[in-house]
């Protein structure tokens, strides 16, 4: 019985706490997960970056038989699907080269996307480290214009706006380093 009256206070302290926030006004504005705006505009400090060229995509438990291409480098994760793309090839940028890159991230304008598989086909993969720590790692999807990020225990789609300028620097200076070939 306690245990029930309990409950039933939380709920009536919910429902007068949601009339008072609408009595108040405007709703509140939802606050944004600290993590999700650190991938996105807010990516800290990085003293290293790397960019791979992807290829075909494999499912985790294939990963083992995933072919490298002769390259010797490891599959890179494709996490939302729970695949890996064979790495065609990559090139790490250090310090200035890395800045760079972050830099360019930071000024995009990032916008939602929907989560169609089929509207990811990820060309190039990119990882931002500080120190030894990966804080981001994401695959890139020029065609779909779309990329995921990590957001609590999930991914969450977001796409460039890629008729900015500063999204085709972004494309340029990825592409320009590193160029995909046709799948």
């Known amino acids: 019985?306690?245990?029930?009256?309990?409950?039933?206070?939380?709920?009536?302290?919910?429902?007068?706490?949601?009339?008072?926030?609408?009595?108040?006004?405007?709703?509140?504005?939802?606050?944004?997960?600290?993590?999700?705006?650190?991938?996105?505009g807010g990516l800290p400090q990085v003293d290293r970056a790397e960019v791979s060229v992807l290829g075909a995509r494999v499912l985790f438990g294939d990963a083992a038989r995933t072919p490298d291409g002769g390259t010797g480098l490891k599959p890179f994760p494709i996490l939302?699907?729970?695949?890996?793309?064979?790495?065609?090839?990559?090139?790490?940028?250090?310090?200035?080269?890395?800045?760079?890159?972050?830099?360019?991230?930071?000024?995009?304008k990032f916008v939602q996307a929907s989560a169609d598989k089929s509207c990811h086909k990820p060309a190039h993969g990119i990882r931002f480290w500080a120190k030894?720590?990966?804080?981001?790692?994401?695959?890139?999807?020029?065609?779909?214009?779309?990329f995921y990020v990590p957001h609590l225990h999930d991914w969450t789609w977001h796409g460039l706006d890629t008729q900015t300028p500063q999204a085709r620097e972004l494309i340029n200076f990825v592409v320009g380093l590193i160029p995909a070939p046709p799948p």
């Open 1 to 40: 019985m306690v245990l029930r009256l309990g409950v039933v206070a939380a709920v009536w302290a919910v429902v007068l706490g949601l009339a008072a926030g609408a009595a108040s006004g405007a709703p509140k504005k939802a606050e944004p997960d600290a993590r999700l705006v650190q991938f996105l």
């Open 80 to 108: 939302p699907w729970r695949e890996f793309a064979v790495v065609r090839a990559q090139r790490t940028l250090d310090d200035k080269g890395a800045a760079q890159l972050a830099l360019l991230w930071r000024q995009q």
């Open 132 to 146: 030894d720590t990966l804080v981001l790692e994401t695959s890139l999807s020029w065609e779909c214009k779309t």
